[in-house]
């Protein structure tokens, strides 16, 4: 990842980007009733150039980022200027790569199996740290895509409150592309019973407390559903360009 200058028009639309997604979060927020204060925004920053990556940060308030790949992150932290900045990783962890990257973030977001979640466990207890994680549940059963079966996940609950060095802070989900917003609003709905469903057990180390849903494409309505992080790339710093 080389370090360039920032271009003044991008940053613009940077700035722009923002202020806009901070309005609609807003406005959507408002009208289920709720503070805009109670969604966080996370800037997706996989393949951004870190010069970009540090506009937002220093320039427009940006304080929580999204990486999906453990050695794109490590590559670029020494960049960052990460003070102050939360990092969570949202996609896809082997479990060979737990112990690289489990106190370099501050929340694992992409938690899809009791295998993953018990390496996570073994390797923050050995740093002497408990790990904040997320459970991704694949909510449309989607071959595709990584995350937790419904039905698993739902089954394997009191194994996931035995981890003593993980903490489990709610559910992420990616919903399947979809035709019309009816379709999609469903999933937004299942995920957000399933979250209550867990929250209301009141497991050990559970503290049921983020619905991580929502991307460019759909994060008003994700809002409208109760999702109280939205995970947002594109719309921010443009289209991905992947090397
Ligand atoms: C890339 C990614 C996002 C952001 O996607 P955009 O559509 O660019 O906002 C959000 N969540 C996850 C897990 C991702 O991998």
Not at 40 to 68: F, H, Q, W
Request: glycine share 6%; hydrophobic share 35%.
């Amino acid at each position: 990842m080389t370090t360039s200058s920032c271009d003044f028009e991008k940053c613009e639309a940077i700035k722009e980007n923002l202020k806009y997604i901070r309005e609609k979060i807003a406005n959507a927020a408002a009208s289920s009733g709720r503070s805009e204060n109670d969604v966080r925004l996370m800037a997706v920053t996989k393949t951004v150039d870190p010069v970009y990556i540090n506009y937002s940060i220093d320039e427009c308030g940006v304080d929580l980022i999204g990486e999906n790949k453990v050695q794109e992150f490590l590559s670029k932290k020494d960049s960052l200027h990460l003070n102050g900045v939360a990092k969570h990783l949202i996609g896809h962890l082997q479990t060979n790569k737990v112990n690289k990257i489990v106190t370099e973030v501050d929340m694992i977001q992409s938690v899809d199996s009791l295998h993953l979640a018990k390496e996570i466990s073994k390797r923050a207890g050995e740093a002497g740290i408990t790990a904040n994680v997320l459970l991704e549940i694949n909510i449309g059963g989607e071959e595709s895509k990584t995350g937790y079966d419904k039905k698993t996940l739902l089954s394997e609950l009191s194994e996931l409150s035995e981890l003593s060095a993980l903490k489990v802070n709610g559910i992420m989900i990616i919903p399947p592309i979809c035709e019309s917003e009816k379709e999609l609003s469903k999933y937004f709905f299942e995920a957000s019973e399933t979250f209550s469903e867990i929250k209301e057990k009141s497991l050990t180390n559970f503290d049921m407390k983020i619905l991580s849903m929502g991307m460019s494409g759909d994060y008003e309505l994700a809002v409208k559903y109760g999702s109280n992080m939205v995970r947002i790339g594109s719309a921010i710093y443009g289209a991905r360009i992947y090397k």
